[in-house]
């Protein structure tokens, strides 16, 4: 049987956000069979997060290094700063995505080669989920360039770590930020993120 053949005949559907929700509509799924119900993260877990006083703001990213992320764009906007920054990018390259295909993560680092940031960008890799929390308290503000999400959980993450979020309109993003209240959006314009 197949995904959506399956999703038809269920009694229910789950979705984690209003963009699945809406997805699963234009998929064929009647409303009436939808449930919208968000991940969840332990809050407790990041709440304890600080801001750097030292006089070099520390932009996080967390997520998986593929060419939707367009972290190009992240580092773009950190090359036209003027302020003292460090750029920080936690998690691995994917390779197994038909968008994302391998080499991304070595065009990045030969990005910040000629954009002369090298100094400015640590790559960290990939960490073990109960490590994130580590790396949430060293950052001052937390961006995330994204084509698309469907949820977005180190939205949320962030969020929870109490760090200020400027993001594009996706996934739960749009749920959780209200644009220069909560949080920034932008259009994934570079000049714009910088």
């Given at each position: 049987m ?9 009694d229910a559907?789950?979705?984690s956000?209003?963009?699945e ?17 968000p991940m969840?993260i332990?809050?407790d877990?990041?709440?304890d997060?600080?801001i ?9 990213f ?6 939707v ?6 580092l773009?906007a950190v ?9 920080i ?6 390779k197994?995505s038909?968008l ?5 993560l070595?065009?990045?680092k ?15 890799g990939p ?7 580590n790396?949430?308290s ?24 109490g760090?200020p ?5 996706v996934?739960v ?15 994934g ?6």
């Open positions: 197949t995904f959506k053949t399956s999703a038809k005949v269920a559907v789950v979705v956000s209003k963009l929700y809406e997805d699963a509509i234009e998929f064929g799924i009647k409303k009436n069979k939808l449930f919208v119900i969840g332990d809050v877990e990041y709440v997060s600080q750097n006083h030292e006089g070099t703001i520390n932009i996080l967390v997520g998986r290094i593929a060419r992320r367009r972290i190009e764009i992240l773009q090359a036209r700063l003027s302020i003292p920054c460090q750029l990018l936690v998690g691995g390259e994917e197994t038909s994302s295909k391998s080499g991304y070595d065009e990045l030969n990005l910040c080669k000629a954009l002369n940031i090298n100094d400015q960008v640590t790559f960290v960490v073990p989920q109960d490590e994130l929390f790396w949430y060293k950052g001052d503000i937390f961006v995330y360039p994204s084509l698309y999400e469907n949820f977005g959980q180190p939205i949320l993450e962030a969020a929870a770590a760090l979020i400027i993001s594009t309109s996934g993003a749009r749920e959780l930020i209200t644009d220069n209240e909560t949080g920034f959006l932008f259009t314009d570079v000049q714009e993120l910088a």
